[in-house]
């Protein structure tokens, strides 16, 4: 609704103003107007072999109205493998007092609403709730679409739209309603703080395809009985389409990613907190369940069933710890700045059917809650190594760990799940680590789905998968970026002084290579002034016989182009 008002503002208020300006405005406004009208509240990933949806509100890969799985792969099978995924928090006052958001199936109501929180107060409402209460799904092409046509002038003059999302793009918050003035991510090409398509500004997403959602923990009372946290929570899920490093790393085009950003929008300090995921696969009725310490990651498959895929859920980051005395991101360094937690917990239960054991089904408190993302059962006792994992005598905090933990508390015995499975859940999660007022902390997981019809071992080969994604993450996985990333880097890098000018504008640039071109373009998208240049530092346009009002620079150097947006008074 931001862009919508300064649309208008444009029209309204901007000089010069024409009859062509006022239609090319009036027309994104009638089409931002319908996108709003027809938000989704929730969308698919569905740009490689998975379906995934993902709802506003934070919740992943069901349809809360029906129930109904929303997490198919291969896309178009009809086979589905998971119900519902949300994330979870909690942790102590100085009072000590219990403040958790945590949600499973919303049989009692929900602890997590769409929208953004007051950055005083860490409050909502429903006018908010409600404008919020979608999400927006964007593609790199229409990013690329949007530039390409940008550059051309075609966005300014009216004869190519963006799409409705990316129109709409939460960028700011209402700050006269004490919000945040940026919430999703964008490229603020004329630095002026304000998402602006028509002056070039785009959102930034990862992957080829992302989905983009907003939501709180703080609108009404919470389901699980835990008093709210006041946070705030972006939600982006990305998966990768064709491209370079997917074909030859065939896996990610079974993969898909969950940022969630999490910011402390409340005036007072969580002690002893926990973050993490809770997810409930569906592999038939024989799930097995586990987690591989070493590489951070949760899986479940069916031993009896090798046809069906292994899912393993790979934590790629966690809430930044620097004062704990422990390697938490295993790279050999303790408590160095900004260090980021693993998974500390892995703890399962199961669901509540007849003849299993109180102590180990679904929690219907706040404490329960957070006892399992502590490692402790319903009934308070700790996770112990061996069988089950319930009434042991040494405590642990993974369960069935395989091989993958031998320096634990349990030794060097393998610890697996035995026996035809169960109907179970689990949750991983980070902790315990301290919460201040206006932290941010990154949640950020991986799903991989692997089958393996050759040696029918597709445990073996999800582990493969994972040590091939923690190898890629933060490299070379970077090439298959969005566009908007790429702008970033790619972008030549310039300065236009003084704007506001009336005359002469001065262009300054650390290009190294040669030829160039600088154009003057008007808000319609029409070149006033074109111009060649060998090398190019410093330079200096005459603007002065320009009328009033707002253009654009554009470099262009090869492939790559640049632009900004100047001020003739």
Not at 44 to 73: F, M
Not at 281 to 293: A, Y
Not at 447 to 459: C, Q, R
Not at 545 to 551: A, K
């Amino acid at each position: 609704m931001g862009f919508l008002l300064h649309l208008l503002k444009v029209a309204l208020y901007e000089k010069p103003i024409n009859s062509t300006t006022m239609k090319t405005t009036l027309l994104l406004c009638a089409g931002l107007i319908t996108s709003l009208a027809q938000a989704q509240t929730f969308e698919y990933l569905d740009i490689n072999q998975v379906k995934s949806r993902v709802n506003s509100g934070g919740d992943l890969h069901w349809d809360p109205a029906t129930g109904n799985s929303g997490y198919e792969c291969p896309k178009g099978s009809g086979k589905t493998w998971g119900t519902t995924a949300s994330i979870w928090m909690g942790g102590l006052d100085v009072g000590g007092q219990l403040h958790l958001a945590a949600q499973t199936y919303h049989q009692s109501g929900v602890d997590f609403w769409p929208g953004p929180l007051t950055t005083s107060g860490a409050t909502t409402n429903s006018t908010t709730v409600n404008q919020y209460n979608r999400v927006w799904k964007l593609n790199k092409t229409d990013i690329d679409d949007f530039l390409t046509n940008f550059a051309n002038g075609n966005v300014q003059n009216g004869s190519f739209t963006p799409t409705a999302d990316l129109l709409s793009w939460p960028a700011n918050g209402d700050i006269s309603q004490n919000y945040s003035g940026i919430l999703a991510p964008y490229m603020d090409v004329d630095g002026d703080a304000i998402y602006n398509p028509m002056a070039g500004d785009y959102p930034i997403i990862k992957g080829d395809q992302a989905i983009y959602t907003i939501f709180n923990d703080n609108y009404q009372l919470h389901q699980s009985g835990g008093k709210a946290l006041g946070t705030e929570v972006h939600l982006m899920a990305y998966a990768y389409g064709p491209c370079s490093i997917t074909s030859s790393n065939s896996f990610l085009n079974y993969t898909t990613f969950y940022n969630f950003k999490i910011i402390n929008r409340s005036s007072f300090t969580l002690l002893n907190s926990y973050a993490g995921l809770f997810n409930d696969q569906k592999i038939n009725i024989h799930e097995l369940t586990g987690c591989d310490v070493q590489d951070s990651y949760a899986y479940t498959y069916n031993m009896l069933a090798p046809n069906n895929p292994a899912i393993g859920v790979v934590q790629l980051k966690g809430p930044i710890e620097s004062s704990n005395g422990i390697d938490d991101d295993s790279d050999g360094t303790i408590d160095e700045p900004l260090e980021q937690m693993s998974m500390t917990n892995f703890m399962y239960f199961n669901n509540s059917f007849p003849g299993v054991p109180l102590s180990q089904v679904d929690p219907s408190n706040a404490s329960q809650y957070f006892q399992y993302m502590n490692g402790f059962w319903r009934d308070g006792t700790p996770l112990t190594c061996g069988g089950n994992g319930y009434g042991g005598s040494t405590p642990t905090k993974f369960a069935y760990t395989s091989n993958t933990y031998t320096n634990g508390p349990c030794g060097t015995t393998s610890w697996v799940e035995n026996g035809a499975g169960s109907d179970k859940k689990f949750v991983m999660s980070s902790g315990p680590y301290t919460l201040q007022p206006g932290a941010v902390d990154e949640l950020e997981y991986a799903y991989i789905v692997s089958f393996d019809s050759i040696t029918n071992n597709p445990l073996a080969k999800l582990d493969t998968d994972v040590q091939t994604l923690h190898s890629i993450y933060n490299s070379t996985l970077n090439q298959c970026l969005t566009t908007s990333i790429k702008e970033q880097k790619n972008q030549t890098v310039f300065t236009l002084s003084p704007n506001p000018t009336n005359g002469t504008l001065n262009i300054s640039c650390d290009l190294k290579t040669n030829g160039f071109k600088i154009e003057v373009i008007d808000a319609l998208g029409k070149v006033l002034i074109s111009e060649e240049y060998k090398v190019l530092n410093q330079t200096s346009i005459n603007v002065s016989n320009l009328s009033s009002g707002i253009y654009f620079v554009k470099i262009i150097s090869g492939e790559n182009t640049s632009t900004k947006k100047f001020i003739k008074e």
